[in-house]
């Protein structure tokens, strides 16, 4: 059923200003470790550098303070999630088996599969191992939307969605289904503020990429320069970073033979060439299958040694200067604006520089700039943000029992989590996600939420199902901090709500819940 044009009315608010960069400037805002009340200032601070603003991390940033609260965000400890949201993890198949054993198991079922010779039985059995990835796929989901809503770890997060999109991989490319969630936990969470070097390597090194970007397929005498490519263009220096099409070929030469080994067995080497074999877990390093004549990349030569010209290589791509240029750039452009100040990005990049790519330390720079601290709330939302803060505005730290309805949404708005086909990542500007049709879908999901029927409570096991009231959003937070940065319009709005529900809809659909 569709809403009604007078509940529309916060909708067209909504669209009217959907286009405009320019809210109201707020009074600057001073960055210290002083206790933080809960004000416009601090709440919309705080919007900016979680998945969104609720009354818990209102009040911890109430308690400890800007800079405190800041830094043990910058340096993560024991990010443990409340017990319910806990323990749906840890139940998890992709918490409870090895990324080894999961691929072996699943290749063994895709093989058996295949071998049956009844056509009956061969399509229930491929329909089941399809089905079995497409639950891997969505226990990954799971993971990654209860982490956003309820870690305590917010920066850090936010940041392995950055980098899963920076690095994305899309779920329905050979098994990548049985892999997500190692290439998630393993490869992006524990880099995402570390040093990028690391990272790169961790991401380069996992069967996941190596499988999207068919590098498994790269072999001396049968190039394959896609991983290559993407390596310079996307992950690192950046299309414009000072690169040739010499340079994508000679770093394609570097990475031949590094792939995957989904058997339980090793290859036959030529004897001289086992001590450069490298195997971990499905990953593998097979020197047959390798360049091992002299190279050129971006200058420097590159000796003939297997695998470690990997890593020489990623060493030079981490600490080129148009690496710091670029990734600082996506990142200011992610945290803060569609158009962040070029000042700002090059402090970032400064600080790239003089600490080797640490990423907390640059993401410490943007945090505490000025630009950053009295920015006005003016970055859309894209759907994957917009509907976890909403989420998270709405039930707080209560852990909701069903993230079903939370996936759906996201694919609704063409967002879905893996589901980039392109390796270039969704795109992390206004113009990707501000359509009409976006704002109509964001309307219905605000009645969702706002009403308490959105099903977030409604579980399918045997457990019984709780029903809670709808959520009650004009709270001490929404009078603290929320109400004072409202707009007149959106205020006159609320007051016209015929309901609670009616209110929570509204307030969840106006133009100040779009942005952040």
């Known amino acids: 059923m569709l809403p009604s044009a007078h509940s529309l009315a916060p909708l067209w608010l909504c669209a009217a200003l959907a286009g405009m960069q320019a809210c109201a400037p707020l009074p600057p805002a001073a960055f210290n470790s002083a206790a933080a009340p809960a004000t416009p200032q601090n709440y919309q601070w705080l919007n900016r550098v979680t998945w ?46 090895s990324l080894t054993d999961l691929v072996l198991k699943m290749e063994q079922q895709r093989k058996d599969s295949d071998a049956l010779k009844d056509d009956t039985e061969k ?11 497409n639950r891997l796929a969505r226990e990954s989901a799971t993971r990654h939307l209860l982490r956003a809503l309820y870690s305590p770890a917010q920066v ?29 936990n393993s490869a992006l969470r524990p880099h995402a503020l570390g040093r990028f070097r690391d990272l790169l390597g961790a991401v380069t090194y996992h069967p996941a990429m190596l499988r999207y970007l068919d590098n498994d397929q790269n072999a001396a005498g049968r190039i394959n320069e896609n991983f290559a490519r993407e390596l310079m263009e996307l992950h690192t220096l950046g299309v414009d970073g000072g690169y040739t099409q010499k340079d994508v070929q000679e770093l394609a030469r570097v990475l031949t033979g590094v792939g995957v080994n989904m058997n339980t067995g090793n290859p036959n080497l030529r004897k001289e060439l086992n001590r450069l074999y490298v195997r971990r877990g499905v990953f593998e390093f097979n020197p047959q299958r390798h360049d091992m004549a002299p190279k050129t990349l971006l200058g420097n030569p590159v000796t003939g040694e297997g695998l470690a010209e990997v890593d020489a290589a990623l060493d030079t791509l981490a600490r080129h200067p148009s690496t710091a240029r670029f990734v600082s750039r996506k990142l200011a452009t992610y945290w803060l604006s569609d158009n962040p100040p070029q000042a700002l990005i090059d402090r970032m990049a400064a600080t790239w520089k003089a600490t080797d790519g640490q990423i907390a330390k640059v993401l410490e720079t943007l945090f505490t700039a000025p630009e950053f601290v009295n ?17 998270r505005l709405a039930y707080d730290d209560k852990v909701i029992l069903n993230v079903g309805p939370m996936l759906n949404w996201i694919n609704r708005m063409g967002e879905p989590l893996y589901g980039r086909q392109t390796p270039d990542g969704y795109p992390m500007v206004a113009s990707g996600w501000d359509s009409a049709g976006q704002l109509t879908t964001r309307f219905e999901i605000a009645k969702a939420i706002g009403s308490g029927s959105a099903g977030l409570f409604k ?7 709780e029903k809670p009231a709808f ?25 016209q709500a015929n309901s609670p529900q009616e209110w929570n809809t509204f307030l969840l659909a106006a133009p100040e819940s779009m942005r952040r």
Do not use: C
């Open 52 to 97: 969104g603003a609720n009354s818990h991390t209102a009040r911890q940033l109430e308690q400890q303070g800007q800079a405190t609260w800041l830094l043990q965000q910058l340096q993560p400890r024991d990010a443990v999630l409340p017990e319910p949201a806990r323990e749906a993890v840890r139940s998890m198949t992709i918490s409870q088996t």
């Open 123 to 133: 399509k229930s059995a491929q329909q089941a191992y399809q089905q079995e990835l």
């Open 156 to 184: 850090q997060e936010q940041m392995t969605w950055f980098w899963l999109n920076h690095f994305n991989v899309h779920l329905y490319k050979h098994n990548l289904r049985a892999l997500l969630g190692d290439y998630e």
């Open 375 to 391: 920015a006005p709330p003016t970055k859309f939302k894209d759907p994957v943000r917009y509907v976890v803060s909403s989420v």
């Open 459 to 465: 579980t399918d096991g045997p457990q019984p199902t």
């Open 471 to 495: 959520p009650q959003l004009a709270n001490a937070l929404y009078y603290q901090a929320i109400q004072g940065s409202l707009s007149p319009a959106t205020r006159a709005a609320l007051d």
